[in-house]
């Protein structure tokens, strides 16, 4: 989803904004910078420009001939979103159509997800359409839904990505508030609550996944490793997690991104 990137790009700035001293120099190349990054937008490759973090070195400058502005080559480190396919994440509904919804997740304003891919979900006309199934669980506008993606197709004129999602898997769907309550209950009550939680969680379910024991280790850290399912690339972060909270973290790290059933 998010990407730490580096970067060379090209600042012009113009000869009022220069001085001997460099500070309003390197205050104007990183506000140039800022707009830059702002304007461009996205690319196929890096996905959404989220945000500048460090401006990690500038050239030397060059004089434009007729202009007289400065030409400085930098390079910095930033962060992108991006959207990859068999990613599992939430995202708002803000259009309700007769053969799916269009969805919001981060800067992506067009994730559509069609209603062949929600199984038991029918639709629902009205002045405010829905989609519902047998046990009264709606899709609506503004309803956070967690999906997985399936495919992504980038625009070069809009310069922006287009995503088509799906709820078939596990915990997939409009997201309940009523499991994060019962966590954080079970995390007040200390680690064998929450493990007692956990693992009748996992238990219940027919094909416990890689996301269901990320999920539950980002609301868990501190209380030792998950049983009956295997990490997978998403659960590095929460590992770190875990480790933060822990008097013996490396030792705590590797027992729970390689601990086995």
């Not at 506008?141 to 070069?156: A, N, P, S, Y």
């Not at 508030?177 to 493990?195: H, I, K, P, Q, T």
């Not at 490793?225 to 590797?254: H, I, M, Q, W």
Request: with cysteine; glycine share 8%; hydrophobic share 45%.
């Amino acid at each position: 989803m998010f990407l730490k990137v580096q970067l060379p790009w090209n600042v012009i700035i113009s000869a009022e904004d220069l001085d001997a001293k460099g500070l309003m120099l390197q205050r104007s190349i990183i506000i140039r910078l800022l707009d830059d990054f702002a304007c461009k937008k996205a690319t196929k490759d890096l996905g959404y420009f989220s945000a500048v973090t460090t401006l990690d070195s500038i050239g030397e400058g060059k004089v434009r001939q007729h202009s007289g502005d400065v030409l400085f080559p930098v390079v910095f480190s930033g962060i992108t979103f991006k959207l990859f396919r068999g990613e599992i994440l939430d995202g708002v509904v803000h259009k309700v159509l007769k053969h799916g919804v269009f969805l919001r997740c981060g800067p992506v304003e067009n994730v559509y997800l069609s209603n062949l891919k929600m199984a038991d979900y029918k639709y629902v006309p009205g002045e405010n359409p829905i989609f519902l199934n047998d046990k009264l669980s709606k899709i609506g506008k503004d309803v956070t839904v967690r999906f997985m993606v399936i495919g992504t197709k980038w625009l070069e004129v809009e310069r922006e990505f287009q995503a088509l999602v799906s709820l078939e898997g596990d915990f997939l769907g409009p997201v309940s508030y009523l499991w994060s309550r019962d966590m954080e209950a079970a995390a007040a009550g200390g680690g064998d609550s929450v493990r007692s939680l956990f693992n009748g969680i996992t238990a219940k379910c027919e094909r416990p996944n890689s996301f269901l024991r990320n999920t539950m280790m980002r609301a868990y850290p501190n209380n030792g490793a998950l049983g009956g399912v295997l990490p997978n690339n998403y659960t590095f972060p929460f590992v770190l997690k875990v480790c933060a909270f822990d008097s013996e973290p490396l030792a705590r790290g590797r027992e729970v991104a390689h601990w086995r059933p």
